[in-house]
């Protein structure tokens, strides 16, 4: 069983030794206005219709700014990601062998994942199409590599943070996702769906995304974590080890709504 190593420091590039060229996104007002319409459009839809993750990986797009640029290199200068850039890991592949997720021991990461997405009728590729439109347009195979790999985390950060699915605990998530990785568009969500949240829980609602934004900060980079030989872990242990402390603030207003 592997054990959990702390990442390189990602802050520094000397192992960069190739230099990926990202498309220039115009910044003229008419262009960052049309994406700015484009995401706003995208987040109405998908308030309307919470289960239109697709609309998620639009506004993502279209605010990125340099976001994806930098968390490529950060994830590539570190031990784990120019280990999957180099071997081409699939963590996907991993996620979708169901049979050998439910051979590891039964208070392991990958049987709390397991569990997770069984209760939710979820499957490890669910993400995948949600996210055609966007992936498609990146034509670099290793950031594509980087991008589709975090994209499939999203389930197993549900199962570290303890967020469920509920409208509240995506939001929690978002939160925590938007400290680790800084995509402007998560926050454009975040800022666009508070107020309908606060009505919708009350009290305690803006706390707990705080709480959430305060826990991502705090903990490991996630996106540099090998995820693979995590699964066999301990749940617990895994979660001491990468500093996600338990959602408690999140937990009270589910208490208070009687939904936990």
Same mark, same amino acid.
């Given at each position: 069983?592997?054990? *959990? ?9 000397? @192992?960069?030794? %190739? &230099? ?5 996104? $115009? +910044? ?7 994406? *700015? ?10 308030? /309307?219709?919470?289960? /239109? ?13 340099? $976001? *994806? ?12 990601? $120019? &280990? %999957? ?7 996907? +592949?991993?996620?979708? @062998? ?13 049987? !709390?994942?397991?569990?997770? %997405?069984?209760?939710? /009728? ?17 034509? @670099? ?5 980087? #991008? ?37 568009? %998560? !926050? ?7 107020? &309908?949240? #606060? ?17 991502? +900060?705090? !903990?490991?980079?996630?996106? !540099? ?5 995590? *699964? ?8 001491? @080890? ?5 959602? #408690?603030?999140?937990? $009270? ?8």
């Amino acid at each position: 069983m592997a054990e *959990l190593t702390r990442s390189e420091d990602p802050r520094t590039e000397t @192992n960069l030794q %190739v &230099r990926v060229e990202f498309p220039k996104r $115009s +910044k003229s007002l008419k262009a960052r206005w049309q994406r *700015l319409k484009t995401a706003y459009t995208a987040v109405k839809a998908l308030f /309307d219709d919470p289960e /239109d993750t697709e609309k998620v990986f639009t506004v993502i797009s279209s605010l990125r700014g340099d $976001s *994806l640029e930098e968390a490529y290199r950060r994830f590539k200068a570190t031990p784990t990601g $120019s &280990r %999957v850039l180099r071997d081409q890991v699939d963590l996907l +592949k991993t996620l979708q @062998n169901r049979d050998e997720l439910a051979q590891l021991g039964a208070e392991s990461f990958g049987a !709390a994942y397991l569990e997770f %997405v069984k209760s939710q /009728d979820l499957t490890a590729d669910g993400l995948v199409d949600a996210s055609y439109e966007v992936t498609e347009q990146i034509g @670099n195979s290793d950031v594509l590599r980087y #991008t589709e790999r975090v994209r499939d985390m999203h389930d197993l950060w549900h199962t570290l943070t303890r967020y469920g699915r509920e409208p509240l605990g995506e939001a929690c998530l978002l939160a925590f996702t938007y400290a680790q990785l800084r995509n402007p568009g %998560v !926050a454009f969500i975040l800022v666009l769906g508070t107020q &309908r949240l #606060t009505r919708g829980y009350g009290r305690g609602t803006v706390r707990a995304l705080l709480r959430a934004h305060k826990d991502g +900060k705090r !903990a490991r980079w996630l996106a !540099a974590e090998s995820f693979e030989d995590l *699964l066999s872990q301990d749940i617990e242990v895994v979660r001491e @080890n990468l500093g996600i402390p338990e959602p #408690t603030a999140y937990w $009270s207003i589910l208490d208070r709504h009687g939904l936990r």
